[in-house]
């Protein structure tokens, strides 16, 4: 009995089966009787007039906005070290120390030699105020006929002398004034202190160089003071795309530490020349770094937006076929029931969409199944790949937004 229910399942489904196959090719045989070709399931999207934007992408890596060395002007032996890498600085804050007991012996001893020569100085008034006296009374006398000459002649002479010393003395006590000065700067520069005239009143150390203790030369490095408030992506420009870039120009800067972040940025810097070896011009993008999530030293990429179009027509990238060597699309007609074939001039392309200039289009396109389509072929529009239903054509859709460009 078994053996019988299975024997009659057997035969209907291959009775099933062998119906199906005869239905279609039986369609098949239709459509060659009647000498007409088998439509080919397609899918297809609209004609949209979309904002396209024309952009270049590069890479680089992201630099400072400011970078230096705090160095000593003086050698010496680092006394103290106030601050370490990571560290916050303000202008003009105190970040280390050299030893000074030598300078500050140098400053005493320079104000010891201004007081000797301040001394001088009053003992050579005082001279200078006696043979002035001398030389009035002598200079009167002879006028009266009671002094010789002789003795005018020596008296004037010790007078020019006291005058000269008088201006020694002077001199003497303006040196000892410099000298002075001089000893205090070497003593100031024993306090070493992060400087700089313009951006951030904040900056962050970088790098330390030394420890406390050191023997320092002069100029040797100690620390580096960063300014990151601010950093900057260095690209690098090829010949084609150089004359499209140009200060000013808005930019987006992306890194793989934070894939979700879009970075606003400003092109601030195209370099006059192009590097001969590599036909390449240097670009720098100012990128503002308020939360200090970027860091130097990171690799970036750039994108910089070289015109936008708004309304363009645009089809899907998919849609572009070759056929005898032009390019185009199929162009589903009015009834739905054929595609036809027309060749394009595609512009900006970028992100799955083409522009294209001519000649005008609305309507649907064939995405997928063209492969199989000829001028005129028959087609069956399907919802596989995303469907065609849920697309409205040209001529009812809102704006939407696209890019446009090339990969660096």
Do not use: C
């Not at 030394?210 to 950093?231: H, K, M, Q, Y």
């Amino acid at each position: 009995m078994k053996k019988f229910v299975f024997v009659a399942l057997a035969v209907v489904l291959l009775g099933a089966l062998g119906f199906q196959l005869y239905r279609k090719t039986g369609k098949k045989e239709d459509y060659a009787r009647q000498g007409a070709q088998v439509p080919v399931a397609v899918v297809a999207a609209p004609v949209a007039r979309v904002m396209l934007q024309d952009i270049g992408e590069f890479s680089g890596s992201l630099i400072p906005n400011a970078q230096f060395d705090v160095s000593p002007k003086l050698g010496g032996k680092l006394e103290k070290l106030y601050v370490d890498v990571g560290d916050m600085v303000r202008k003009g804050e105190l970040i280390a120390e050299l030893e000074d007991e030598e300078v500050v012996q140098q400053v005493e001893q320079a104000k010891a030699e201004l007081e000797v020569a301040q001394a001088s100085l009053e003992d050579s008034q005082n001279a200078l105020l006696l043979a002035e006296r001398e030389h009035e009374r002598v200079k009167t006398l002879f006028e009266k006929q009671i002094a010789s000459a002789a003795e005018l002649d020596r008296v004037e002479a010790e007078f020019r002398a006291s005058e000269a010393r008088h201006r020694v003395s002077l001199a003497q006590i303006k040196q000892k004034e410099a000298a002075l000065k001089a000893a205090k700067v070497r003593l100031s520069y024993t306090n070493i202190r992060a400087t700089w005239n313009r951006g951030e009143e904040i900056r962050v150390i970088g790098e330390r160089f030394v420890d406390e203790g050191a023997l320092l030369r002069a100029n040797e490095p100690i620390v580096s003071v960063l300014d990151i408030d601010t950093l900057v992506a260095v690209i690098q420009v090829i010949e084609r795309d150089y004359p499209r870039v140009h200060e000013g120009q808005r930019a987006v800067v992306t890194t793989d530490l934070f894939p979700r972040n879009e970075f606003e940025a400003k092109v601030t810097r195209v370099s006059p020349i192009l590097k001969e070896a590599a036909r390449q011009a240097e670009v720098r993008v100012e990128v503002p770094n308020h939360d200090r999530l970027l860091k130097p030293g990171m690799f970036v990429r750039v994108k910089i937006e070289f015109s936008r179009k708004e309304g363009a027509p645009s089809v899907p990238l998919s849609s572009l076929v070759q056929r005898n060597g032009e390019q185009g699309l199929f162009l589903i007609e009015d009834d739905g029931q054929r595609a036809r074939f027309v060749p394009v001039r595609v512009g900006l392309v970028h992100e799955g969409r083409a522009e294209i200039l001519d000649p005008p289009l609305s309507g649907m396109v064939v995405i997928l199944g063209h492969h199989l389509l000829e001028d005129g072929s028959p087609v069956i529009l399907s919802e596989e790949g995303g469907g065609t239903k849920s697309v409205q054509p040209a001529s009812t859709l809102g704006d939407v937004k696209a890019s446009g460009g090339t990969s660096r």
